[in-house]
């Protein structure tokens, strides 16, 4: 995609007042050096919402939402950054600039907007099918889910005749070239060189962007013996199945109002609790969730409640889903339905109110996942208690934050009634270790940011030459491992790139990163005075878990039973003891 030349965008954004651009849409009070107003993106009464005009950001120190001009309006209007720039630089009247584009990205760009147009024209098709005579069969089936004609207009439901081509054939007709519309994946090559529709003898799901695009269909079986029961659009330029969440595009103010997500796994319970007035759900749709499909939500919330079949809620599919959500920094709870029922069937047979109970009810994954791993170890017997352990440590692992994990190590010595203090530290211990190897791994969920991270932080919004000094002087391998890592990494890279301002940095932060840089950003005092303060600690922070990895190797090296067991320990001991001094050497100034 072409993009806004940075010098245009910088011109904007010293153009756009943020205090302007904001108060067309939440009224501001100013209050010593900054602006206050009640958060448009959570419900209060007392203002927590706070923009700092000379440096160019909002925060909100209710819900912790915070950024630049650009993502208040990608957050409020719900628009990506592209758009954003538009839509600012039509407040003030400045002319966009021509977008360079090369000819192969004006013939990409071109056949993206043919492929939304095809499945634009398809999806109306499918619906003309449905509301027909021959479509009479379907909306029974239809009706017989309990899917009321308002849900299956929202849903935009559809039906493909049974007949080999109908749907290549009317859209031949419309001017469409047959090789697009095999592109788009609507048309099917077989072996014989016939090239027919995908999609026969199916109720059709159209699959949308958040945008309400439609790129994708699901087609579901209509008759009892047909296979598969489900039939997906395959990966087009336009469509990439573990980038979409299916209903977002239906959901997201839902989300945003309700301020969590209900994410269910098929179309059909999305029906059922979109229909019981649960605006905020989505749906998986059956496989394992991707990183990405959980930075689709994360732009509108980072609670999640998990509403599933009982039975898969614990493993497979669900399992990973809600290990990756967890170790994506998302607070995810589960509410479980009784064995044998999805929220479809739930919804349908118990009715709103109940699902709302079940929903309320819901707990926290960690807590939920602890019960249901223990009843399958006896924690009687020493073995079933290590079993246990061994079981939950690798999860325990996964929380990004230090205190939350520390909390549920605890949790599980508890469960294994482990008592023996020492036992509970190994634990805990045991869960930071592997943490470390796992942080390295797009980890977008911050970790105890400390202190001398925060401090340099603030320097880099307030004064940023010094705090630049500083960051230039410390080593890449200085940074790793730290909770606010990429944030100071792209500090460094905009630095030695000539490229560096606040704007520019908290323009380049991704929603997480951006609400840790306002939240620090928006004390008036900095939390470390001096920045040589900060980058002294950091360094030390690095000897220590140097330190750490060492003891790690030498407890390793000891029980090993090599025949140069002595001369490695010795060796390890002798540098274990070298880094001791360095570290002796080097106080803490900050804490
Ligand atoms: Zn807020």
Known sequence: MALYPQQFIDDLKSHADIVTVIQDYVSLKKVGANYKGLCPFHGEKTPSFQVNRDKGFFHCFGCGVGGDVLKFLELHDKVGFQDAVKLLAQRFGMTLPQLEQTDDQRTNAAERETLLKIHEAAAAWFREQLASPAGARIRAQVADRGISPTTDNAMGLGFAPPARDALKQALLKQGFSQALLLRAGLLVERDDGRVIDRFRNRLMIPICRDTGSVIAFGGRAVDADQQPKYLNSPETPIYSKGRTLYGLNLSKSGIQQGGFAILVE???????????????????????????????????????????????????????????????????????????????????????????????????????LLDRVAVLHDLQTDEGRVHFVSAMLPIAARIPDAAMRDRFADRIAFKARVTDEVVRAEIRRAAVQKQSTVRNRANTGFGQVTKAEKGLIWWLIHEPAPALAALADLEPIDLEGLAAREVLDLARKLNEDRGFSPSVLLERLNMVEAQLVTAVASESEPPVHDVESCAHDIRRLRLEREFAALQRSIEEAETTKSVDRETVVTRLLEERRYLMQRIAGLKFSTN
């Open 266 to 368: 098929g179309y059909f319970d999305f029906a059922q609790v979109h229909q019981a007035g649960y605006q905020s759900v989505v749906a998986s749709c059956g496989t394992a969730l991707t990183p990405q499909q959980a930075q689709q939500l994360r732009r509108f919330t980072s609670k999640i409640v998990l509403s599933f079949d009982p039975d898969a809620a614990g493993q497979g599919a669900t399992a990973k889903s809600c290990e990756m959500l967890v170790a994506e920094g998302f607070d995810v709870n589960v509410a479980t339905l009784p064995a044998g029922e999805d929220p479809d069937l739930y919804v349908r047979r118990h009715g709103r109110a109940a699902y709302g109970e079940r929903l309320k009810e819901s707990r926290p994954y960690l807590e939920y």
